[in-house]
């Protein structure tokens, strides 16, 4: 088995230990002489993590291992989200009776269902925005307006048109109360990507959080959400462990039952095949928790082929950004299911378009 140089960064390790429930070394690395609360407090928060851990902590029974000031600052994180998430669920509720009112159907992304629903927890996952995907892309216009109408204020740029942004990019972003809004039409453009958004459509799923119900994603595109994001995230330099223990928690759930054949197969259907490969590899040495899913790990071999890194102190080199943005920048777009050339082509392309998106 390898080897983890992991010495240098006990927050990032005592993280990961309570997320994982490793009892014996999350005392070794809480009462060890070196270790500094207010560091440990401030890389959690840093990471968008505190709720989770205290949540993780308690699921595992690890509160009594950590310093009574730690727990104490985790627990009013953990209470404070636990307030937040549940105005951002009646806001929920308000925008999914509006859209339902006007004749449209939305997915919501991410947030509260998966806090909900893989961590157990409204409170467990820090969420800061609300995220939600439309199903025709030609209304953007009405969306807009529909959006105005409850409040809400496009922060985006249109950089030429709202053909050419729905062309070149894959949401626009609002600014509203309680919390900004980003309207999706795709989950992630690119054009090796060729994701069957009709089948999206058709497997979607009525979810309930506490008493509010709306739709969300089914497992499969939830999944492919997590790698895009992840993948998004090292290509532009802004890679916090928190995505990583969001694919942790749903994999715990899911990992042992999933036909992992099946489920490559169809990510190769759509041209995104690499990218789940190398970001399930990479999580899985980053987290050191590849023994937890050995069906999982089995699935990767067959296409080991398509890995870009291979030995676990490059990844971790990668998740902490040892190697600069350039290194990232440079994993990512090797990820893209075409050549280098067509990939860097295109990223120039968007990046107009892009950068509008994110004014």
């Given at each position: 088995?390898?080897?983890?140089?992991?010495?240098?960064?006990?927050?990032?390790?005592?993280?990961?230990?309570?997320?994982?429930?490793?009892?014996?070394?999350?005392?070794?690395?809480?009462?060890?002489?070196?270790?500094?609360?207010?560091?440990?407090?401030?890389?959690?928060?840093?990471?968008?993590?505190?709720?989770?851990?205290?949540?993780?902590?308690?699921?595992?029974?690890?509160?009594?291992?950590?310093?009574?000031?730690?727990?104490?600052?985790?627990?009013?994180?953990?209470?404070?989200?636990?307030?937040?998430?549940?105005?951002?669920?009646?806001?929920?509720?308000?925008?999914?009776?509006?859209?339902?009112?006007?004749?449209?159907?939305?997915?919501?992304?991410?947030?509260?269902?998966?806090?909900?629903?893989?961590?157990?927890?409204?409170?467990?996952?820090?969420?800061?925005?609300?995220?939600?995907?439309?199903?025709?892309?030609?209304?953007?216009?009405?969306?807009?307006?529909?959006?105005?109408?409850?409040?809400?204020?496009?922060?985006?740029?249109?950089?030429?048109?709202?053909?050419?942004?729905?062309?070149?990019?894959?949401?626009?972003?609002?600014?509203?109360?309680?919390?900004?809004?980003?309207?999706?039409?795709?989950?992630?453009?690119?054009?090796?990507?060729?994701?069957?958004?009709?089948?999206?459509?058709?497997?979607?799923?009525?979810?309930?959080?506490?008493?509010?119900?709306?739709?969300?994603?089914?497992?499969?595109?939830?999944?492919?959400?997590?790698?895009?994001?992840?993948?998004?995230?090292?290509?532009?330099?802004?890679?916090?462990?928190?995505?990583?223990?969001?694919?942790?928690?749903?994999?715990?759930?899911?990992?042992?039952?999933?036909?992992?054949?099946?489920?490559?197969?169809r990510r190769s259907d759509e041209g995104l095949l690499p990218i789940a490969v190398n970001v399930l590899d990479l999580a899985l040495d980053v987290l050191g928790c590849r023994e937890e899913f050995p069906a999982l790990a089995e699935s990767i071999e067959p296409h080991r082929g398509k890995l870009l890194l291979t030995d676990i102190d490059s990844k971790l080199d990668l998740f902490r950004g040892k190697g600069g943005a350039t290194q990232r920048k440079a994993w990512a777009l090797r990820l893209y299911d075409t050549s280098p050339m067509r990939a860097f082509f295109w990223w120039?392309?968007?990046?107009?378009?892009?950068?509008?998106?994110?004014?």
């Amino acid at each position: 088995m390898a080897v983890r140089s992991d010495a240098a960064d006990p927050q990032f390790e005592l993280v990961c230990a309570i997320v994982r429930g490793q009892a014996d070394k999350v005392a070794s690395l809480a009462n060890a002489a070196e270790f500094n609360s207010e560091t440990f407090l401030q890389y959690a928060d840093i990471q968008r993590l505190s709720s989770s851990i205290f949540h993780a902590a308690q699921c595992h029974s690890l509160l009594a291992l950590l310093p009574p000031r730690v727990v104490e600052v985790l627990r009013k994180a953990f209470l404070a989200q636990f307030r937040w998430n549940l105005l951002l669920l009646e806001k929920i509720r308000e925008l999914d009776a509006a859209f339902r009112r006007s004749g449209h159907e939305v997915i919501f992304l991410k947030g509260l269902n998966l806090a909900e629903e893989h961590y157990g927890q409204i409170a467990a996952r820090q969420i800061g925005d609300i995220d939600v995907l439309m199903r025709d892309c030609d209304d953007l216009r009405g969306f807009e307006e529909l959006l105005a109408g409850l409040g809400y204020h496009r922060r985006s740029r249109i950089l030429g048109s709202r053909a050419l942004m729905v062309r070149y990019a894959h949401h626009l972003e609002f600014d509203g109360t309680p919390a900004p809004l980003d309207l999706h039409w795709v989950l992630r453009r690119h054009p090796s990507f060729a994701l069957d958004y009709a089948d999206l459509w058709r497997r979607k799923r009525m979810v309930r959080v506490r008493n509010v119900e709306f739709l969300a994603l089914d497992l499969d595109h939830e999944l492919v959400l997590q790698f895009l994001s992840i993948h998004t995230d090292v290509e532009v330099g802004i890679l916090r462990l928190k995505s990583f223990v969001d694919l942790y928690t749903i994999l715990t759930g899911v990992a042992r039952t999933l036909d992992w054949e099946s489920f490559f197969a169809r990510r190769s259907d759509e041209g995104l095949l690499p990218i789940a490969v190398n970001v399930l590899d990479l999580a899985l040495d980053v987290l050191g928790c590849r023994e937890e899913f050995p069906a999982l790990a089995e699935s990767i071999e067959p296409h080991r082929g398509k890995l870009l890194l291979t030995d676990i102190d490059s990844k971790l080199d990668l998740f902490r950004g040892k190697g600069g943005a350039t290194q990232r920048k440079a994993w990512a777009l090797r990820l893209y299911d075409t050549s280098p050339m067509r990939a860097f082509f295109w990223w120039g392309l968007s990046l107009p378009f892009r950068l509008a998106e994110h004014p």
